[in-house]
């Protein structure tokens, strides 16, 4: 995969990062940034969808991952776990202001936490927090129902997570989703909101930062430029067009096709952040012909991942990937599956032959809005039907999209995507379908017993075997097919300092030449 | 983009004309006037061109339009792959190809049902004044949206397939038939000759279809040749905003929208598509433009 | 007169009743799920159920066609899902925008296409007046999202003359709100053109055939004055009609045309919001819209009853 190409790249970009970091970075200026989607909320709390980043910014969690997918304090000063597991203190930072310049209290902490659980995006995961209570002004405390090795990891995934609101906020929006008076402890403070046209961030200048080394999300973060402009660009060509006419100085979500050109362009710089988004498909193993484990299991040995991922772009910007769901560096992305994907045509129509397929249709479900799951789509219609399969392709939109996959009767395949870096209880949606009951004949109780430990236990190494257990059972019931990950490219003008060369939600340590 | 520009060539309800009449002299008169005119004639020769590429699009494709290649992708144009190949790696020749059919199938079945529909709508409420009322208020009520909203919404509702495409756009053209065949029988039916025949108590039936079809024919036929330029552009316009012919079959709308992603890297992806529909359109556009000229001149 | 005005305008009640009861159910009933940009990609479903409820999309259909009725006569569109903004303060908010661009391109349309007509009729059945033709008809021949693209290729990011995308309001800054309007005005305008050069061309011919004209000829004016002076005016009614029907093409032309620019217009909103399935939003535009589309065709109907005593009031 490293191609010679690559290694000069990644030589000349090193070359252009240490003479970045050998000036000195300097305060001011208005940063525009160009993101793919429209912001639904500044209210963290209650959404998962993208752009996290504009929230991010605004408002600050308790924990927050670094470079290794680890989550690391970022309001809190310390932390300690009883020895049954059951009971987590957390020592708050001190003098930490909100924007309306009020300092936070465990008080706060509280608040948002009583809110979180009623409303917050992924409540759901935190059901084994029994209660929580604050033990001083600056401490609070949370106890379990059963141990919860997990708990930081879901405090710390930004999407839809816990965040720390003034404690009168949460009383004025109550179950609402917010919609003024976004008030947080972030680096920036909201400026002008034109819906759907521009969000302004202006810099907060009492913004306590965290504590420890700066590290993807995590650690010591500075707030040099002035003021950043979020624009939502939905279409990824007028992005490109955007960054190249200097109209934004930086371009989130480049097409990986565009980047040869970019990297031509003698005002633009590209970073390339690895991993960036997951590709896969799911298949319908309740109803339908992949209810037969035979079928599934033919698809498996049928599909050439590399073709599949071909169509993604230049072949240096992405990989196949047959780890579910977690990444290098989180779960020492382990372990590979490739085994089960042989790319053997012959024996997938035997195994087809051997199924009880009988030649009904397939519905293989779509929607051309979401990339680059969708671009799958056209590549995965051709396999199936060389596996002798009667294929039957169905475009929706994304609203559409959502509500079909609910109902297992209208479709047997679809593609299925999302963020690289997840917390350790997505895992379990595997398990289920959409309307959260369990796929059919699925092994539940061996999963049980290993998901239990990834749960409960506080030794990372423990934890990472049972989810190569885990992983296992996911190859060998295959129900997910999983393809590759797509890298992340990042636009800058070449006047910005520090572009982002991750998949961070952070703009801070960026800087503009004057 | 749905929104005929000139199909409107009555101005009705507040000017009614009186109409021409020479049934007789019609048809020698259109044959001379067309072959008089290169325009027309270059019109009509790309119509009927295109019409053939449609047809015969599974004798002239080159490959399978939805065999993928994806190691030999955005590849030029060569001999092997004579309009270069796609993001997917798929013979954009072929697509063309087969797009031109699909884009024509949805351009004529347009006319068809919004012809029909539009007539049956303008002939009632021409004829039957009863139930002029009601009918105008309904297309009043549906050409108050702008036509592409109102095919996008539609096309959300139902699903974006070449058959909702279809209904979708049908619905937004029908209500300008109407208009256009109503304000035709409103002027038709005061004439001396269909008054006597109304009079001496001819079958509603027979008047219509011996009297107020034939004469009220001339702006419909301009205008369904506008419909079907329009209509050929409108599936591209909703393919681009994701509501026209759903991936991965290709329509010529479909394969300019998704290749607008590859204007700089891949040109050949939005040339060849863009050049096909503006010659098909065109070539229906001065075609129609001629016939208003032959067949209504007060235009 | 003022009877014909009264029943014109009486009659436009039960269209825009029409045009409610056809926004909502039409909207309701649309499928899909209005919390897929609520969520991530790979939300669970307890996350869903959680913001469907929030939503009141749990409730029964009628009951939100009473509730959204009942609030729209007292004037209230209602809430949108996506940024719990009002609707009305919304669509105000693109309103203008979407204005400026029609006006540009109105006039790029007109400017360039009346002279076209002109010249064409003038010299009727020359290779001129063939050129011309084949050059307007090739305005409604283009898919407009791919001539937007092209001229973004070429003005902007090649020769970097005009912002490729994105708006500026005119009282934040007049110059660049200008440049802004320029590339969608012109992709917008094209296909404008077309319309009233041919109409101005026939208009023309029409008028040029008159007995008057020709008397006015054999009088030894010269040509030119003829033809502006007599020709020209009596071809206005039928041109300025034509360019009424034009702007109800330019409302569906700038819907692709300001997702193409992503201008933020009354066309992007409504798509945006179909295709998030932000009810509220899209019921309360598409009311707006039509109503605007109904109170304009009601003032065209007078004024040409106006301008035209011909015009029997019936």
Redesign the interface.
């Known amino acids: 995969m490293m191609h010679p190409r690559h290694l000069l790249l990644a030589l000349v970009l090193t070359l252009a990062a240490a003479l970045a970091f050998a000036q000195e970075p300097q305060r001011g200026g208005t940063l525009t940034v160009a993101v793919a989607q429209d912001l639904v909320t500044f209210d963290r709390m209650m959404v998962t969808a993208p752009p996290a980043i504009v929230r991010a910014h605004v408002f600050d969690g308790l924990f927050s991952f670094d470079e290794n997918f680890l989550p690391q304090p970022t309001l809190v000063e310390d932390w300690e776990v009883s020895d049954d597991g059951l009971t987590w203190t957390f020592d708050l930072l001190q003098d930490v202001e909100f924007h309306d310049g009020t300092p936070m209290t465990a008080a706060d902490v509280v608040a948002s936490f009583d809110r979180y659980m009623r409303v917050g995006a992924r409540a759901g995961e935190f059901d084994r927090v029994e209660s929580w209570e604050a033990v001083d002004e600056h401490t609070v405390r949370f106890h379990m129902s059963s141990p919860w090795a997990a708990f930081t990891e879901s405090l710390g995934f930004d999407a839809g997570g816990f965040a720390v609101y003034p404690a009168w906020l949460v009383e004025e929006w109550g179950a609402d989703v917010g919609s003024s008076n976004f008030i947080g402890t972030g680096p920036y403070m909201v400026g002008e909101i034109i819906p759907e046209e521009s969000y302004q961030l202006v810099r907060y200048e009492n913004h306590r930062s965290a504590n420890g080394p700066s590290s993807f999300s995590a650690g010591t973060r500075h707030a040099y430029v002035d003021e950043i402009v979020f624009v939502p660009i939905a279409d990824p060509a007028t992005r490109v067009s955007a960054i190249l006419t200097g109209e934004v100085d930086i371009a989130f979500e480049v097409s990986l096709d565009d980047f040869a050109r970019l990297e031509a362009a003698e005002n633009v710089n590209v970073e390339v952040a690895s991993p960036g988004a997951r590709v896969y498909i799911k298949l319908n193993a309740s109803q339908g012909p992949f209810a037969d484990p035979v079928l599934r299991r033919a698809l498996q040995t049928a599909i050439d991942l590399e073709d599949h991922m071909f169509v993604q772009g230049p072949e240096d910007l992405w990989r196949v990937n047959t780890a579910p769901r977690f990444q290098e560096g989180q779960w020492m992305w382990s372990p590979n599956l490739e085994s089960y994907y042989p790319n053997d045509m012959e024996r997938a129509r035997e195994l087809v032959a051997e199924s009880d397929y009988d030649g009904e249709p397939v519905v293989l479900m779509g929607s051309p809005g979401r990339l680059p799951e969708f671009n799958i789509i056209p590549v995965l219609d051709q396999t199936l039907r060389e596996m002798g399969l009667n294929v039957e392709t169905v475009s929706y939109d994304a609203a559409t999209f959502s509500q079909v996959r609910q109902d297992l009767s209208a479709w047997h395949i679809k593609h299925a995507g999302g963020p690289s870096a997840v917390p350790a209880a997505r895992i379990s949606s595997s398990l289920t379908d959409r309307t959260g009951t369990m796929w059919a004949d699925f092994p539940v109780d061996e999963w049980d017993e290993h998901y239990a430990v990834l749960e409960e236990s506080l030794d990372l190494d423990v934890r990472h075997e049972a989810v190569e257990e885990l992983n296992l059972i996911l190859g060998e019931y295959a129900n997910e097919i999983w393809i590759g990950d797509v890298f992340a490219l990042t636009a800058c003008g070449t006047h910005v300092q520090n572009c982002p060369d991750t998949y961070a939600l952070w703009l801070t340590d960026v800087w503009l030449d004057q | ?6 199909p ?1 060539p009555v ?1 009705e ?4 004309q009186t109409a021409r009449l020479r049934p007789s002299t019609k048809a020698g008169r259109i044959v001379r006037h067309l072959l008089r005119n ?2 027309v004639l270059l019109g009509l020769g790309l119509t009927v061109f295109m019409i053939v590429i449609a047809l015969a699009a599974p004798w002239l494709a080159t490959h399978d339009p ?3 290649d ?2 030999n ?2 590849q030029p144009p060569s001999a092997e792959h004579l309009m270069g190949t796609d ?4 013979d954009l020749f072929s697509r063309v190809m087969h797009g031109a059919s699909v884009s024509m199938r949805v351009g004529f079945a347009v006319v068809f049902l919004s012809t029909v529909v539009g007539m049956i709508l303008g002939l009632v409420a021409g004829y039957f004044r009863a139930w002029d009322g009601i009918l105008m ?2 297309t ?10 109102l095919a ?3 096309l ?2 139902l ?2 397939n070449e058959a909702n495409v279809i209904l979708a756009l049908s619905v937004s053209y029908a209500p300008k038939v109407a208009r256009v065949v109503r304000g035709q029988v409103l002027s038709i039916r005061e004439l001396d000759y269909v008054q006597a025949a109304i009079a001496s108590g001819g079958s509603n039936w027979r008047i219509v279809m011996r009297h107020i079809v034939p004469n009220s024919m001339s702006p419909t036929i301009v205008q369904s040749t506008f419909i079907l ?1 329009l209509a050929i ?1 409108a599936e ?2 909703l393919s ?4 026209g012919t ?3 079959a290709p329509s010529w ?1 479909n394969i ?2 998704e290749g ?6 891949a040109p050949w992806l ?1 040339v060849f598509p ?1 050049i096909f ?2 010659i098909a ?2 070539g229906i ?2 075609l129609g ?1 001629g016939l208003r ?1 032959i067949l209504d001149p ?2 | 007169m003022r009877q014909f005005v009264v029943k014109r305008f009486l009659v436009t009640i039960p269209v825009m009743l029409f045009v409610g009861v056809v926004t909502f159910f039409l909207i309701q009933l649309t499928p899909g799920d209005p919390t897929a940009f609520f969520v991530s990609p790979d939300a669970t479903a307890v996350e869903v159920q959680q913001v469907r409820e929030r939503m009141g999309l749990e409730e029964p259909i009628p009951v939100r066609f009473a509730l959204w009725f009942g609030n729209v006569l007292q004037g209230d569109l209602g809430i949108s899902f996506y940024g719990n903004r009002p609707v009305l303060q919304s669509f105000l908010r693109v309103l203008p925008p979407t204005l400026y661009l029609m006006v540009v391109a109105l006039t790029l349309a007109i400017v360039v296409a009346i002279p076209i007509g002109i010249v064409s009729a003038i010299r009727q059945n020359s290779w001129i007046d063939k050129s011309l033709t084949v050059f307007v008809l090739i305005g409604v021949s283009l898919p407009n999202f791919w001539l937007g693209m092209l001229l973004v290729l070429g003005f902007s990011v090649t020769l970097g003359w005009f912002p490729a995308q994105g708006f500026v309001r005119p009282e934040d800054d007049f110059a660049l709100s200008l440049r802004h309007l320029i590339l969608p005005g012109i992709t917008l305008g094209y296909s404008g053109a077309a319309l009233i050069a041919r109409m101005t061309r026939s208009a023309m011919l029409d008028v040029m055939r008159q007995d008057y004209i020709r008397t006015a000829r054999s009088k030894g004016l010269r040509d030119r004055v003829v033809i502006y002076g007599h020709a020209l005016q009596n071809a206005g009614p039928p041109i300025l009609t034509v360019i009424g029907l034009t702007v109800a093409s330019l409302i569906s032309g700038s819907v692709v045309v300001e997702k193409v620019f992503n201008f933020p217009g009354v066309g992007r909103l409504v798509v945006d919001s179909i295709l998030r399935r932000d009810f509220p939003v899209i019921q309360g535009s598409l009311l707006l819209i039509a109503g605007a589309t109904v109170l304009v065709n009601l003032v065209v109907d007078l004024s040409y009853a106006l301008l035209d005593p011909r015009i029997r009031y019936d």
């Open positions: 983009m749905t929104d005929a520009p000139l409107d101005r309800p507040t000017a009614p290169q325009l939805l065999d993928t994806p190691r992708r955005l993001n997917f790696g798929r208020r309904f009043d009520g549906l050409m108050a949206f702008p036509g592409i909203l996008i919404a539609i959300a509702a699903g974006p330029a552009l591209a316009g681009y905003i994701g509501a759903p991936p991965p709308g300019l929208s607008g992603q590859f204007m700089y890297q939005t863009g529909i503006m359109v065109l556009n001065l433009d000229d007060r235009m």
